[in-house]
């Protein structure tokens, strides 16, 4: 091997260590590719794609140490900003563009009366979402988690949040702060090794955390599983077991994960690699070539190829995010989605929220077919808003 050769493959080794490790890519990138080269199944290409779209918002009305003026003016701009913008738009089921609100316990509650207004009249719901620990002298323990998610069920019931009609149950999906979900980056931001086993104890059906970029991210990307607790480890939910119909459940916490990986991105007329993280926000338009990439990647359980989901995450109280969720950006985004992928012959278009897609999974998993949408109540019903 001559110098020259040498010196190249040293440099580009050197260059693949900087971006896999200083930049946090190895946490995700290798089992995406190795992901992206596994078979792909494609079910009866006689029947249509349908498609399954969640957005799932960080929603913190506080963000940025705002004051108590300007969260109020964030959310007010919410309900009525997004009504107006989602009575333009319709699925393939009749349904307008839904939302899903996950609001951490740590911020004002008197905001959540008018996104329960909103999630009563049919544009969303509203989940948890758990900052813990950042801020506190000493780190969370099982038991204080427990009474934090207590105060929170106790809470947020108040306004039927996730109260189970006809039940008595509180059951909910949740968001974890920080990315950190099971003390994936420590107790700085979490604490709790046990978490998942927590989260299920009072009720949660599934996480919709991720994907994430750095060391939060699970290594089962682009994939739909359960993960199952390791109370005496950190980040249990590396792993797990993948959904599939047919398939008796895992015992575990479903995660329901976003799509990540690579694209093109053209900006300025330059075509460039670009990262996909399935955010919305400024900077992460939708753009039509976004959306096709979301169709063309959207996450599928085996057995039921043909049902794909599309789960997107953004933090949307802010107002540098509201183009791309209410605004002129999102009103293009629907009207994208509904041209192209809804003509009933080759697309199916459903907008669902993070509770209806778990439904439509579950109904996937126990074999059900036919329309999804016959299934957005199969196992939770609607919460009781009040």
């Excluded at 003016?73 to 107006?84: F, I, L, N, Q, S």
């Excluded at 563009?97 to 009366?113: C, E, K, M, N, S």
């Excluded at 682009?222 to 950190?234: L, T």
């Excluded at 992460?284 to 990439?293: F, L, T």
């Amino acid at each position: 091997m001559s110098i020259t050769l040498a010196l190249i493959i040293g440099v580009c080794a050197a260059a693949a260590w900087y971006v896999l490790f200083r930049r946090e890519l190895r946490y995700w990138l290798p089992y995406c590719i190795i992901r992206e080269l596994s078979p792909k199944e494609r079910g009866d290409k006689m029947s249509p794609v349908h498609l399954c779209l969640c957005v799932a918002d960080h929603f913190e009305p506080g963000h940025g140490n705002a004051g108590a003026d300007t969260q109020e003016a964030r959310v007010k701009a919410w309900t009525e900003g997004y009504p107006a913008m989602a009575d333009r738009h319709r699925d393939a089921d009749g349904e307008a563009p839904q939302h899903t609100w996950f609001y951490p316990p740590h911020h004002d509650h008197r905001f959540l009366a008018g996104l329960a207004g909103l999630s009563k009249r049919g544009y969303g719901e509203i989940e948890m979402h758990l900052h813990h620990n950042r801020m506190e002298p000493f780190p969370d323990t099982a038991l204080t988690l427990r009474g934090k998610i207590e105060n929170c069920l106790r809470d947020y019931s108040k306004h039927g949040i996730f109260c189970v009609p006809g039940s008595g149950a509180k059951r909910f999906a949740f968001v974890h702060g920080d990315w950190s979900l099971d003390n994936s980056r420590g107790a700085e931001f979490c604490g709790v090794n046990n978490e998942i086993d927590i989260l299920r104890e009072f009720g949660c059906y599934a996480d919709f955390t991720f994907p994430s970029l750095g060391r939060a991210q699970p290594a089962m990307v682009n994939r739909i599983y359960y993960a199952i607790d390791d109370p005496e480890r950190p980040k249990s939910y590396n792993t797990g077991v993948e959904v599939a119909s047919g398939r008796k459940p895992a015992p575990g916490l479903m995660i329901v994960n976003g799509i990540i990986g690579l694209r093109l991105s053209s900006r300025a007329n330059i075509c460039r690699p670009s990262i996909e993280v399935s955010n919305l926000g400024a900077g992460d338009e939708p753009s039509p070539g976004r959306i096709d990439y979301w169709a063309r990647h959207a996450i599928s359980i085996r057995g039921a190829a043909r049902w794909k989901f599309i789960k997107l995450h953004t933090h949307g109280a802010p107002e540098h995010a509201w183009g791309a969720l209410f605004g002129n950006e999102a009103d293009a985004m629907f009207s994208y989605l509904e041209n192209v992928y809804n003509d009933g012959k080759r697309y199916v278009l459903h907008y669902v929220t993070a509770r209806q897609m778990y439904n439509i999974i579950k109904a996937a998993e126990a074999g059900k077919g036919g329309n999804p949408n016959d299934y957005r109540n199969y196992e939770i019903p609607a919460y009781a808003y009040v």
